[in-house]
């Protein structure tokens, strides 16, 4: 399994505890990643507000580059990199006038896009490409008895994906109980992090990254597991602002993927899980006892 | 001081041809649909910080009230989470009109002065087209630097953990071919200034 691998500017930045635990985990199952030859901002939300058109054409010179490699399919790990180039793949796929304007201004460069290549998340890789049961198999030490609320945010699952459902995705869910974890009900699953807004309108920001810690703790969460480096940053980053308004609600947040490194028995220093302000300490029995059945809670 | 403002909108306060305009822009031919059932106002979580509610504007873009929708703080507000466009029963891309109606405001300057959201819109831009890519903390501080310098202070905590976790980098990411990217940007301008 080869895939172009497309990291974002936030997977290189605030984020890259991410990239640092996805890389590990996808080599350890046997994925292999080349990542994008001088890639470019995916423009994300914030270029969307400016203008859409050159917002498209950012995305479309990295699907060009992408198609270019040869490698087929592009793994897309940062939520808001995977809903901009799926959404310039739907906008040159159904507006010819908007694919017109994307191919003249990639020609100025000698790029071409096609429209065709297949984005991916790498939550859809692992269950769909690699499968559920080789993951299990790589299990060596299971999240016994480490309670996890599943936090997809938005962009990964709206309005594009088609790898799982829009209104209660389940992969993660699935994904955490093949590793020996107990997956916490959090229907607050896929409610906005507030995203840039913690910064520009805290008032707003600040709550709304309260209300899913309160819901995570209500429900007995030991931490909760995102996909998305600004989920990540905005419940983890905060915890001073969030505390000092709402009292003690903030738990650690980790990255799918490093919780996947430490199911694996990876080492910690290759998870970075160092890279959390609010650390998380919890870590899976030494003892490779078989994997008995996820517990409920 | 009190500030007194009519609340009802006149048909003399319509800008003809607003409504149709926006609906005629990639994403936003469904607004036509709208049943005005206010689910989109019903989800949106950020619904309850705004002057008018996603619905309301939904009304006042179909119905000409562009002065209403562009001076407005729910098209800043929104954080583009989407779960507007994927619940409305009409299939109305309600994220994709609230960026049409923002690239309106920043089109026209129409919005407060020191305003967080669009000058960070603008910042982010500005980065993209220079370098090719973003360094996160460094436009955190020009985004503090051009609003509100005082409160890159009040968050003094957040930058000693990013420092100590490794995170508080400052040096700027570049991509190699950037005047290849600044040309292809520069082209749909061109595009613009021809009326295509």
């Known amino acids: ?297 | 001081m009190m500030e007194i403002e009519r609340t009802i909108k006149y048909d003399a306060d319509r800008v003809k041809g607003f409504g149709r305009e926006v609906m005629s822009v990639p994403g936003c031919e469904q607004l036509e649909d709208c049943i005005q059932c206010g689910t989109c106002s019903g989800v949106c979580p950020l619904s309850i910080y705004m002057n008018y509610t996603p619905r309301q504007v939904m009304a006042l873009t179909r119905g000409d009230f562009k002065n209403e929708v562009l001076r407005s703080v729910t098209i800043w507000l929104c954080a583009s989470c989407y779960a507007c466009a994927v619940e409305c029963p009409r299939a109305i891309r309600i994220t994709d009109i609230m960026y049409e109606l923002k690239q309106r405001a920043i089109q026209e300057g129409i919005y407060p002065k020191r305003f967080p959201i669009p000058v960070l819109a603008r910042k982010f831009s500005e980065m993209v087209r220079k370098n090719g890519r973003i360094t996160e903390m460094l436009l955190v501080m020009k985004l503090f630097l051009a609003t509100n310098p005082w409160a890159a202070m009040g968050n003094w905590r957040m930058g000693l953990d990013l420092l100590r976790t490794g995170r508080l980098s400052l040096a700027s990411e570049k991509i190699e071919h950037r005047e290849d990217l600044a040309r292809m940007l520069d082209a749909v301008d061109a595009e613009k200034g021809a009326g295509a």
């Open chain 1, 1 to 297: 399994m080869k895939y172009a691998y497309f990291p974002g500017c936030s997977l290189k930045g605030l984020g890259r505890a991410y990239e640092e635990s996805l890389l590990p985990v996808l080599k350890h199952l046997g994925v292999e990643l080349e990542e994008l030859a001088d890639w470019n901002c995916c423009g994300a939300t914030a270029y969307m507000a400016v203008d859409e058109r050159k917002a498209c054409v950012l995305a479309a010179r990295n699907l060009a580059l992408a198609e270019q490699s040869g490698y087929g399919q592009l793994l897309a790990p940062c939520a808001a990199c995977y809903l901009v180039l799926n959404k310039a793949k739907h906008y040159v796929q159904d507006y010819p006038a908007m694919k017109a304007t994307i191919d003249r201004a990639l020609a100025t460069g000698g790029l071409r896009y096609s429209g065709d290549l297949p984005v991916r998340h790498p939550l859809d890789v692992l269950l769909n490409d690699v499968g559920l049961e080789a993951i299990r198999q790589k299990v060596r030490r299971p999240l016994q008895g480490l309670k996890v609320a599943p936090y997809y945010g938005c962009q990964v699952v709206r309005p594009y994906a088609t790898f799982d459902d829009q209104y209660n995705p389940t992969t993660m869910d699935r994904l955490l109980e093949a590793l020996g974890a107990t997956v916490v009900r959090y229907p607050l699953k896929t409610k906005c992090c507030g995203g840039s807004l913690t910064g520009t309108v805290p008032e707003a920001g600040i709550r709304m990254v309260y209300i899913l810690h309160h819901e995570a703790r209500k429900r007995g969460a030991d931490c909760i597991a995102t996909v998305c480096p600004l989920c990540q940053f905005n419940l983890d980053a905060y915890h001073a602002q969030v505390t000092a308004q709402y009292g003690p609600v903030v738990a650690p947040t980790v990255y799918f993927t490093q919780l996947m490194g430490l199911a694996f028995g990876l080492p910690d220093r290759e998870l970075g899980l160092n890279r959390a302000a609010i650390p998380f300490k919890w870590r899976p029995a030494q003892a490779a006892a078989p994997q008995a059945a996820a517990a409920t809670a």
